[in-house]
């Protein structure tokens, strides 16, 4: 089976500070996709990121980067010098490479950034 | 261009009631998922139409059934509404390859009271 665990409920930071959502993920799969989202107020997600298995870089996008390791299963996402732009709930989420598209969400983290 | 678009925003039913969600998928994308995402988790898959077939379907009881049509919009219908079906329904677009990702739509607020 598939999971996805983010521990952190939520993290509070003050503008301009860096902070680390983490996401673990669980499967058997040896291949399979990882991806972020962004769910503001407004309910809607947004797309972050998609990272294939078989590519450990990591990579960065303006003040966004994640953090890819294979060998601790873990996924985890970085923004750098926070703005109150950024307060929302941060989804990561696994997709099998076999069947059908099927998104496995994590519980999310609330970002909560405060001026 | 515009994006995933789903009908209505909100929604209050009686239990008992029936209730259709609609969603429009980005234009050129064939595959439309749907999610229910209860307050505070994170959304549950539910149900995948690819090319006007169900690929996948979630652990949901019968109650929940859903189509696409011929310019791969979908509706979500749910029977026999209960009070634990009140959640944000999202609809995600995609190409519909496991690889590619989903584009979400903003959402259908169903209150059940």
């Known amino acids: 089976a598939q999971k996805v665990t983010q521990a952190q409920t939520e993290i509070s930071v003050v503008e301009k500070e860096d902070v680390t959502l983490d996401c673990v993920y669980e499967t058997r799969d040896t291949t399979y996709y990882l991806f972020w989202y962004k769910q503001p107020p407004s309910g809607e997600l947004v797309f972050l990121i998609r990272?294939?298995?078989?590519?450990?870089q990591n990579e960065i996008s303006g003040r966004y980067s994640w953090n890819f390791q294979k060998s601790t299963s873990s996924f985890n996402f970085t923004i750098t010098a926070s703005q109150v732009v950024d307060s929302a709930v941060y989804f990561c989420?696994?997709?099998?490479?076999?069947?059908?598209?099927?998104?496995?969400f994590g519980t999310g983290t609330r970002l909560l950034v405060s001026p | 261009d515009a994006g995933v678009t789903q009908s209505p925003t909100h929604l209050i039913k009686t239990r008992g009631q029936h209730v259709t969600l609609r969603c429009s998928p980005i234009?050129?994308?064939?595959?439309v998922s749907w999610y229910q995402q209860v307050l505070g988790q994170g959304p549950q898959f539910i149900f995948q139409?690819?090319?006007?077939?169900?690929?996948g379907r979630g652990n949901f009881p019968d109650r929940f059934s859903a189509r696409q049509f011929p310019n791969y919009s979908s509706e979500l219908n749910v029977n026999a509404l209960l009070l634990g079906d009140s959640a944000l329904y999202l609809c995600?677009?995609?190409?519909?390859?496991?690889?590619?990702?989903?584009?979400f739509g903003q959402g259908t607020r169903l209150t059940v009271v």
């Open positions: 990272r294939n298995s078989f590519d450990e």
């Open positions: 139409y690819y090319e006007k077939e169900e690929r």
């Open positions: 989420a696994l997709n099998r490479d076999t069947g059908f598209q099927k998104l496995v």
């Open positions: 995600a677009s995609s190409l519909g390859r496991r690889d590619t990702e989903a584009f």
């Open positions: 234009s050129g994308h064939k595959s």
